[in-house]
């Protein structure tokens, strides 16, 4: 079992930044590729970003390209989501997730979510 706890939402303007934390706790952080996704009001839940367990390896979804990052730190046993260049459309609940498999845009451990606001 994976426990995942995200931080970090905010309401910002837009061309703000933010960065979100998530916090993993329980099976060794290293045996898992992590996940960003998010839902916006009305819409279904999109995937945004995955780095795979030693984080050389990094995918994200053609509407964030250029503008989040996300990373790893294996130490602290937490993943990060870098936004930059906000837009409106990026206001969702994130989510972090958690699975064994680099693709999997259904992973097995989510956390609770946290909220994104950007203002125009």
């Known amino acids: 079992q994976v426990q995942l706890l995200e931080s970090g939402g905010d309401s910002v303007q837009a061309g703000g930044s933010l960065r979100l934390s998530c916090a993993a706790s329980?099976?060794?952080?290293?045996?898992?590729?992590m996940y960003w996704f998010r839902q916006a009001p009305g819409k279904e839940r999109e995937f945004v970003a995955v780095i795979n367990w030693s984080g050389s390896l990094t995918t994200y979804a053609d509407a964030v390209k250029g503008r989040f990052t996300i990373t790893r730190d294996k130490g602290k046993m937490t993943v990060y989501l870098q936004m930059n260049m906000l837009k409106p459309e990026d206001t969702a609940v994130y989510y972090c997730?958690?699975?064994?498999?680099?693709?999997?845009?259904?992973?097995?451990?989510w956390g609770q979510g946290t909220q994104v606001t950007v203002s125009s």
């Open positions: 329980g099976r060794p952080f290293s045996n898992y590729a």
């Open positions: 997730a958690a699975d064994t498999n680099y693709v999997n845009y259904n992973p097995n451990y």
